[in-house]
């Protein structure tokens, strides 16, 4: 058995020396997950969401992550509506805000928050007890390294109906455990923050974390996306898991990436899991030459080309392999956009961000439209003329019969199943309109 022992840590970012509690002797054995703290931006005080006061300390918060916060709130109080009963994980719980809500507005059974730095202890405590008192037991505040608390929940067969794994940098390490602890037909909600993995500028980082060999690519904050729902699955697939992802989140602050799985254990039968493997884990390629993109399948590894027939040395941009299937279930993001209007968070004439994130992922959901999005800058300089209006685009290109729907990463781009041949010939159409 492992020996551990607190430790301390200092983060070249951070005055403070973080205190982390059973943390592994053997400096080896390290958890990846506690280096990367470049993200911190703790400051001291108290902060409000959604109608919550709460004390943040000395611990990380971001109000910017509020939106992922309502997202998992919603998905986790559906899943308490339809099951009865609600007992979550708070894996990397900070000042415990997850927490709080979970239990206020998901209304949880139960809430086990953990977060290695035991200086966050009083903040959170201080935190849950204004939901219900210690005693009544439907909270309980630990201090140890995520992947210690799941494997210590598996060996004591003490499963989730939800875990939230809010953690730094590319740390795909707690998947394993996280699958082991979560309950069948239960959720997890992991998270990425690594835009330089996404970007393609460290290929041999993604590969190591997530088994996806990613570069360049202009749909970069998409396949961030990708890179984790496909090192998701595969870490599944592993322990004959089935996992499939209900709803994945962009955020430009961090930058965060953000997707929830609905895990089910055992492989389903006739060989369906190896069909839907097959069909939705593969490579992404991109023609520098010409814009296109394809999906490659594992048994055409070896005759990728581009339709444009480019023989342009290097113009083909292969990623993977990587999550190739929808982002998004339509129907789960609509009940979570009901449930947002029933508790006044949408809806009564305001449009809000909230309002207008959970629309476009329903809209990005339409089964017709490829992986991807295109940047109308992109489609404007490969056509020589200025780019029309988004909306004008739109239409067009559904006139024409494809699939067309905005992109809720990028404000400029539009996610459609028409080729970049012909959205150049489109826009260029559109502009001898306008002479
Ligand atoms: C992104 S912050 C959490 C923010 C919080 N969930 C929120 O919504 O405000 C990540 C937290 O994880 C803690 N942490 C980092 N590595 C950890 C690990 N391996 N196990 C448990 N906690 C960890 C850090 O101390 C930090 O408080
Ligand atoms: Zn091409």
């Given at each position: 058995m492992v020996s551990l022992c607190p430790t301390t840590l200092s983060s070249p970012f951070h005055s403070k020396t973080l205190k982390l509690n059973s943390?592994?002797?053997?400096?080896?054995?390290?958890?990846?997950?506690?280096?990367?703290?470049?993200a911190v931006a703790s400051r001291s005080g108290y902060e409000t969401e959604r109608g919550f006061d709460f004390e943040i300390g000395d611990t990380f918060f971001r109000h910017e992550s509020a939106t992922g916060r309502d997202l998992g709130v919603l998905a986790a109080a559906l899943y308490k509506k339809k099951n009865d009963n609600l007992r979550v994980l708070d894996?990397?719980?900070?000042?415990?805000i997850r927490s709080l809500r979970y239990l206020s507005?998901?209304?949880?059974?139960f809430v086990l928050a953990n977060d290695a730095n035991e200086d966050c202890n009083g903040v959170i405590v201080s935190n849950l007890s204004t939901v219900s008192s210690e005693e009544e037991g439907r909270w309980k505040v630990i201090h140890s390294v995520a992947n210690r608390v799941l494997a210590e929940r598996y060996v004591e067969r003490d499963y989730f109906d939800f875990i939230d794994v809010d953690s730094f940098?590319?740390?795909?390490?707690f998947f394993r455990c996280a699958f082991d602890v979560v309950k069948l037909g239960g959720l997890l909600y992991v998270t990425s923050t690594d835009g330089f993995s996404s970007g393609g500028h460290r290929p041999n980082h993604s590969l190591a974390a997530y088994g996806a060999y990613i570069r360049p690519l202009p749909y970069s904050n998409e396949i961030g996306l990708r890179m984790l729902i496909g090192g998701a699955v595969r870490e599944a697939s592993v322990l004959g898991y089935h996992v499939s992802p209900l709803f994945s989140y962009y955020s430009y602050h961090g930058p965060v990436f953000r997707v929830l799985l609905r895990v089910n254990r055992g492989k389903p039968p006739h060989g369906m899991y190896y069909y839907y493997l097959l069909q939705h884990y593969g490579f992404i390629c991109y023609c520098d030459c010409c814009g296109n993109s394809q999906a490659i399948s594992w048994d055409k590894l070896g005759q990728i080309k581009c339709p444009c027939g480019?023989?342009?040395?290097?113009s083909l941009v292969v990623c993977g392999p990587l999550w190739t299937g929808p982002l998004h279930c339509a129907e789960f993001l609509a009940e979570m956009l009901s449930l947002a209007g029933e508790w006044g968070w949408v809806g009564n004439d305001t449009i809000n961000d909230l309002d207008k994130l959970l629309k476009r992922m329903i809209d990005e959901s339409n089964p017709d439209l490829s992986f991807g999005f295109i940047k109308l800058d992109e489609i404007a300089s490969r056509a020589k003329v200025n780019s029309p209006p988004i909306v004008t685009v739109m239409n067009a290109i559904h006139q024409e019969g494809y699939g067309v729907s905005r992109s809720h990463i990028s404000n400029n781009a539009i996610k459609t199943n028409c080729p970049m041949s012909e959205c150049i010939r489109i826009v260029k159409g559109l502009q001898q309109q306008q002479l």
């Open positions: 943390y592994p002797q053997n400096a080896n054995h390290r958890p990846f997950s506690l280096l990367p703290l470049s894996a990397m719980c900070g000042c415990g507005e998901a209304q949880a059974d940098g590319s740390d795909s390490s480019s023989d342009v040395p290097d």
